[in-house]
């Protein structure tokens, strides 16, 4: 019996897909289900209505035009405390406001991104649209809320004059939406190319490892067999 000699490079061997790239992404996103849930818990916890309740603070009605200075500059603190107090607890009751929607979006998300880790565990086809509904449920909801607080915040600082009409208040608005944006993208490019790699043919080129030797007999060895 002789073997044929390993032959030239002819070409390439179809290994599949890594079932890592959908593996990893089913990963990636229990993580991120994992402090989403840990969000939502402590914004069901934090009670920002109840958060000014130690807070004190008594109007200080009209300004003393006729009283000495001393009393004027009493009324001036009083009212800048009174300010602040007013100023804080109109954003504690517009953060009660938004703890609804964050709390629904946080927990309808994250029911999707479960049953997106479990179909990506399973390498079903369809994972990847289950993926991409949660990406947009994330994405339009994240920035939705970025541009709510921001203008909520932008409402507070506004009614302090040292920030009354800040330059650096538009700057940090900017930042927030736009680092919003540049996480999301970043996150899309991800699924994205997991979703190619889970579908690529996954060719490597031929070698000795991938390809079977071919036995054949000498011609009388041949004919002996074919006599028996």
């Known amino acids: 019996m002789q073997t044929v000699p390993w032959q030239a490079h002819t070409g390439h061997v179809n290994t599949g897909p890594s079932k890592w790239w959908s593996?990893?992404?089913?990963?990636?996103?229990?993580?991120?289900?994992?402090?989403s849930l840990i969000s939502v818990a402590?914004?069901?916890?934090?009670?920002?209505g109840e958060l000014m309740s130690d807070w004190e603070v008594e109007e200080p009605g009209a300004y003393p035009e006729d009283g000495a200075s001393e009393e004027q500059d009493d009324w001036n603190s009083s009212k800048e405390d009174w300010d602040t107090y007013v100023?804080?607890?109109?954003?504690?009751?517009?953060?009660?406001?938004?703890?609804?929607?964050?709390?629904?979006?946080?927990?309808?998300?994250?029911?999707?991104?479960?049953?997106?880790?479990?179909?990506?565990?399973?390498?079903?086809?369809?994972?990847?649209?289950?993926?991409?509904?949660w990406f947009g449920i994330t994405t339009v909801s994240g920035l939705w809320y970025a541009f709510k607080t921001q203008e909520m915040m932008n409402e507070f600082y506004s009614s302090f004059p040292e920030f009354e009409d800040s330059?650096?208040?538009?700057?940090?608005?900017?930042?927030q939406i736009g680092g919003t944006l540049v996480c999301n993208v970043f996150l899309l490019l991800i699924v994205i190319m997991c979703s190619m790699?889970?579908?690529?043919?996954?060719?490597?080129e031929e070698s000795g490892f991938h390809r079977q030797p071919v036995v054949t007999f000498p011609a009388n060895q041949e004919e002996e067999e074919s006599q028996h």
Do not use: C, R
Request: charged letters at 15%; aromatic letters at 16%.
């Open 167 to 175: 330059f650096w208040m538009s700057i940090q608005s900017g930042s």
């Open 87 to 133: 100023a804080t607890s109109k954003l504690m009751d517009d953060m009660e406001e938004l703890k609804p929607f964050h709390i629904w979006t946080g927990l309808i998300s994250s029911v999707i991104a479960i049953v997106a880790i479990f179909m990506l565990f399973q390498l079903n086809p369809n994972a990847y649209k289950v993926v991409y509904g």
């Open 23 to 35: 593996w990893g992404l089913a990963i990636f996103l229990a993580i991120m289900v994992f402090f």
């Open 197 to 204: 790699k889970s579908q690529d043919k996954g060719e490597v």
């Open 42 to 48: 402590l914004t069901t916890i934090v009670p920002y």
